[in-house]
């Protein structure tokens, strides 16, 4: 299958993409079919190995589907995170819940620790404390990672976002 092979099929599946897309869920059709085009043109050796591509093509447009969709509840969820912390909640509370995860902070091992006061509880951004402490970003970037993921498992914080989600009128 040449390239041009290709684009015509693409386009004849469009409107099977875009329905795919939109029984999921996805806003923008377009941007699906465009990271499907992109994903096949990326992995045509293995198209030429099917001789009817159309159901590679649509577990790939699946796969994109899918991932798109996870991106935009993981953006939903950091918005709502967001209000939460930028005004819904009075002075009082915010300095309660930023004293609580300081505390869940303390139990983390040192690396861990260290990187959450500085970029999550402090104003350090995440280059900065990687340039202060000499160490590559993306391991300053793997233990934030690694230690939000341990704060969340923490029980001290999951009886904070009960709380928090609780009849108080948070």
Same mark, same amino acid.
């Given at each position: 299958?040449? $390239?041009? *092979?290709?684009?015509?099929?693409?386009? @004849? !599946?469009?409107?099977?993409? +875009?329905?795919?897309?939109?029984? $999921?869920?996805?806003?923008?059709?377009? @941007? /699906?079919? #465009? *990271? /499907?085009?992109?994903?096949? $043109?990326?992995?045509?050796?293995?198209?030429?190995?099917?001789?009817? =591509?159309? +159901? $590679?093509? !649509?577990?790939?447009?699946?796969?994109?589907?899918?991932?798109?969709? &996870?991106?935009?509840?993981?953006?939903?969820?950091?918005?709502?995170?967001?209000? /939460? %912390?930028?005004?819904? /909640?009075?002075?009082? &509370?915010? @300095?309660?819940?930023?004293? *609580?995860?300081?505390?869940?902070?303390?139990?983390?091992?040192?690396?861990?620790?260290?990187?959450?006061?500085? %970029?999550?509880?402090? =104003?350090?951004?995440? *280059?900065?404390?990687? @340039? &202060?402490?000499?160490? =590559?970003?993306?391991?300053? &970037?793997? #233990?934030?990672?690694?230690?939000?993921? !341990?704060?969340?498992? %923490?029980?001290?914080?999951?009886?904070?976002?009960?709380?928090?989600? +609780?009849?108080? +009128?948070?």
């Amino acid at each position: 299958m040449n $390239w041009s *092979q290709l684009e015509q099929v693409l386009n @004849e !599946m469009r409107i099977r993409i +875009g329905a795919l897309a939109k029984s $999921w869920g996805c806003q923008d059709q377009d @941007e /699906v079919f #465009q *990271q /499907v085009q992109i994903r096949c $043109w990326q992995n045509v050796d293995m198209l030429r190995q099917h001789a009817d =591509p159309s +159901g $590679w093509i !649509m577990k790939v447009a699946l796969n994109e589907i899918k991932q798109l969709h &996870r991106g935009e509840n993981r953006r939903r969820k950091r918005e709502a995170s967001f209000e /939460v %912390c930028a005004g819904t /909640v009075d002075s009082a &509370r915010r @300095e309660e819940i930023y004293q *609580q995860v300081s505390d869940a902070a303390n139990t983390l091992p040192s690396p861990y620790r260290d990187v959450v006061r500085a %970029c999550d509880l402090g =104003p350090e951004s995440i *280059q900065c404390y990687a @340039e &202060r402490t000499s160490r =590559p970003i993306e391991t300053c &970037r793997t #233990q934030l990672k690694r230690a939000r993921s !341990m704060l969340r498992c %923490c029980d001290y914080l999951d009886d904070l976002v009960r709380h928090s989600e +609780g009849d108080d +009128g948070l």
